[in-house]
């Protein structure tokens, strides 16, 4: 029996998530923007309770490392270190653009109604402004074009949206749906990065030993924190 935590602090909603062996065994998602500074310790006591277990019980913990939310990932993976520490147990990340990329896969696959075979998938995270976290990948998963953040135009991605579909999806993609206009171009709404997909792909990782240095794993937050003075005028 493996049981590994997952949390999932990487956008302005969080959620926590307990899975055996890659099973959910219980999780919970708590959607009001910024809440995961005051509940991610609520929402995992809760979780801890309704499924019966104990943080005694854990063999893992499972956290998405970015790009995303500067203050969600930060507590998100502090959350998860301190934990590890406690428990004398080891880390996993995922990328945050890789579970949307899963999760996408899977919630398109059981549709049976959309032809992914040639198609390029493209995560994105909000960065602000016109400006993106995101990245291409092919439907096994694989990088066409790295993460990276991108101010989005009506030339965006166009060498390869010229000769294959490129489908469009995460929190960021809805403001770029009236600014890439290509018939190759396809948006889908309420992709969210969730714990209870990223303890399925965590646990994978687990049983490889891909884990973090509890010591100087940091998030990837791709851009630095920018603090912006206040108007004093």
Same mark, same amino acid.
């Given at each position: 029996?493996?049981?590994?935590?997952?949390?999932?602090?990487?956008?302005? +909603? +969080? $959620? /926590?998530?307990?899975?055996?062996?890659?099973?959910? /065994?219980? $999780?919970?998602?708590?959607?009001?923007?910024? $809440?995961?500074?005051?509940?991610?310790? /609520?929402v995992i006591d809760e979780v801890f309770h309704t499924s019966n277990i104990i943080p005694l019980d854990l063999k893992g913990i499972i956290v998405t490392a970015g790009p995303g939310s500067y203050t969600g990932l930060r507590i998100g993976v502090a959350t998860a270190k301190g934990l590890c520490y406690a428990l004398n147990i080891p880390i996993v990340? /995922?990328?945050?653009?890789?579970?949307?990329a899963y999760q996408f896969l899977e919630m398109e696959l059981l549709k049976n109604d959309l032809h992914i075979n040639n198609a390029i998938l493209c995560p994105m995270l909000d960065a602000r402004r016109?400006?993106?976290? +995101?990245?291409?990948l092919d439907q096994n998963m694989n990088y066409v074009e790295q993460v990276q953040a991108k101010v989005i135009d009506d030339q965006s991605f166009k060498g390869i949206i010229e000769s294959k579909p490129i489908f469009f999806f995460g929190e960021g993609a809805d403001k770029c749906n009236a600014v890439i206009k290509h018939t190759n171009a396809h948006f889908f709404s309420g992709v969210v990065p969730l714990a209870s997909s990223l303890g399925v792909i965590g646990y994978k990782k687990w049983k490889e030993g891909a884990y973090e240095d509890l010591v100087s794993f940091e998030p990837f937050y791709l851009k630095d924190f920018l603090i912006k003075k206040p108007n004093l005028n």
């Open positions: 029996m493996a049981l590994l935590l997952s949390l999932e602090t990487s956008t302005q +909603c +969080c $959620s /926590v998530a307990l899975h055996d062996d890659g099973v959910l /065994v219980a $999780s919970k998602v708590i959607e009001t923007p910024r $809440s995961a500074a005051s509940q991610l310790a /609520v990340s /995922v990328n945050t653009l890789e579970l949307l016109m400006e993106v976290y +995101c990245a291409l």
